[in-house]
């Protein structure tokens, strides 16, 4: 006997990357998985990394011959592959030769993120003003989606001196009131670590800022000698 098979083969789940968000950077490995909604008894799926060449991506079965893991037979290299979105392409064959397409894109990020600009709204304080500090970076970070400010008093680091800034993306403001006790000499560390997880530590700035809560006083006050 003989069976008829019009329907094109599909993904019933997936595709799902190895890695979320769909970042990566040099040194890693891309891996995607997947479920068919029918065997592919004659032939594995031909999946393929796409970028200036088409990279393969061969794939194996699991215990269900409707699951697979198509992975890259080598690490991405930072210096042979271009920056940005580009497609993991997935093409299917079953029995009967009917065909079915999937793809999912992911992005590649060799580049460290760059701290542009790390500034106080003023150099100075005094108590019961409101100490604004921005922060400006390169890129949409990864994590909770912000950088890692240090702050030190005179040498010291000040745990929990800024709550959680205001802003979003690529620039970050964070703010407090300032109060007595304060005073001295601040300066300031960023790290940052972006979606693919390139990372760059204790970047640092020249401004800092100074509190001065302490009003002045008159030390000394004397007449003057009688000529």
Do not use: H
């Not at 030769?97 to 460290?112: E, I, M, P, R």
């Not at 760059?114 to 970070?141: C, D, H, I, K, M």
């Amino acid at each position: 006997g003989f069976s008829i098979d019009k329907v094109a083969p599909y993904l019933a789940t997936g595709p799902t990357l190895n890695k979320g968000p769909a970042y990566y950077k040099a040194g890693e490995t891309v891996s995607v998985s997947f479920t068919t909604n029918e065997d592919l008894d004659l032939s594995l799926p031909v999946v393929t990394l796409n970028t200036t060449a088409t990279l393969p991506m061969p794939c194996t079965a699991g215990a269900d011959t409707n699951d697979y893991t198509c992975t890259m037979t080598r690490a991405l290299l930072g210096t042979d592959l271009p920056q940005g979105q580009v497609s993991v392409s997935i093409s299917l064959k079953d029995a009967a030769q009917n065909t079915g397409f999937a793809s999912v894109t992911v992005t590649l990020d060799n580049d460290n993120p760059t701290l542009l600009a790390a500034t106080p709204s003023q150099a100075s304080y005094r108590a019961g003003e409101t100490l604004a500090y921005t922060v400006t970076v390169s890129e949409p970070l990864g994590g909770t989606g912000q950088p890692t400010v240090r702050i030190y008093k005179d040498g010291g680091i000040q745990a929990g001196f800024f709550g959680a800034p205001t802003g979003t993306d690529t620039s970050f403001t964070y703010t407090r009131t300032v109060a007595g006790g304060m005073d001295g000499t601040y300066t300031e560390e960023t790290d940052l670590a972006d979606k693919a997880g390139n990372a760059v530590a204790n970047t640092g700035t020249a401004t800092g800022w100074k509190i001065d809560t302490v009003l002045p006083a008159i030390a000394a006050l004397g007449a003057a000698a009688a000529v």
